[in-house]
């Protein structure tokens, strides 16, 4: 069973990759370093801005408004979750296998990348968290790293609780390049590289999506409305969903 301590250690041995690679920051001013976090929450105030306490041992920084996006208040944020285990304990139980494969895939991505590229990159992951409420929410958790100078560089989240009406159809990891603008590397989804769609379910997907009726694509497949019927249900199953809305984001 994957538990929030084994994902933490999934976590430690990437940031190990992107230590060796990064510059140290023993003597990092902190100064600089909480000007420039507070910069960035005045940039994007709907995001909530948390350092990694593995990269920076001397101090954790929580934005003032991360009470707004999970309930708790920083102070206690930085007293519960510095520990990487803590924090991740809270992910949905039904997303912690899919957020290590993430993570298993970000490590394998890294393994094929120039280490002198790793502060240039960006990823982003998209799971369920339980806030202060007991309600599971939708959250974006952006990774990044800022090199301020050859002593002062930052390795920090940026996090927002994505809107109600936003569907979650399934963890998955964007890996971006963010040397000049963000332009996506490449995008990970468990649950699609789990359940890939046979020729003939991707048919009827791809027919669902056109706004086909179960009649229409029982004669454009030149199957039976049942059968039609049935491979939905299949589907719906395969994908643990509950609706069409539900079944086509969780697809692609």
């Not at 309600?135 to 002062?152: C, F, G, P, S």
């Amino acid at each position: 069973m994957i538990t929030g301590t084994s994902i933490a250690k999934h976590a430690v041995r990437i940031l190990g990759y992107i230590d060796n690679a990064i510059l140290p920051q023993e003597n990092a001013a902190q100064g600089h370093i909480l000007n420039a976090l507070y910069s960035m929450h005045k940039l994007s105030p709907a995001c909530a801005i948390i350092t990694c306490p593995m990269h920076h041992k001397n101090f954790f920084y929580v934005s003032e408004n991360c009470q707004s996006i999970f309930g708790y208040t920083p102070q206690y944020m930085a007293d519960h979750f510095r520990i990487l285990g803590q924090y991740f304990s809270q992910i949905h139980e039904a997303d912690m296998n899919d957020v290590k494969g993430c993570m298993d895939f970000f490590e394998s991505f890294l393994q094929n990348e120039s280490s002198q590229h790793y502060h240039k990159l960006r990823t982003v992951l998209h799971y369920r968290f339980r806030n202060a409420a007991g309600k599971y929410i939708y959250l974006e958790d952006q990774k990044a790293t800022l090199v301020l100078t050859e002593q002062n560089v930052i390795h920090y989240s940026l996090i927002r609780a994505m809107p109600d009406e936003a569907v979650f159809s399934g963890v998955k990891i964007e890996v971006y390049n963010d040397e000049v603008s963000l332009k996506k590397i490449v995008e990970y989804k468990p649950s699609v590289a789990r359940n890939k769609l046979s020729n003939r379910e991707n048919d009827l997907v791809g027919l669902i999506k056109k706004g086909l009726t179960t009649k229409e694509i029982a004669t454009h497949l030149s199957i039976s409305h049942n059968t039609v019927r049935n491979i939905k249900s299949k589907l719906f199953e395969k994908y643990g969903v509950n609706n069409m809305i539900e079944l086509l984001n969780m697809t692609g």
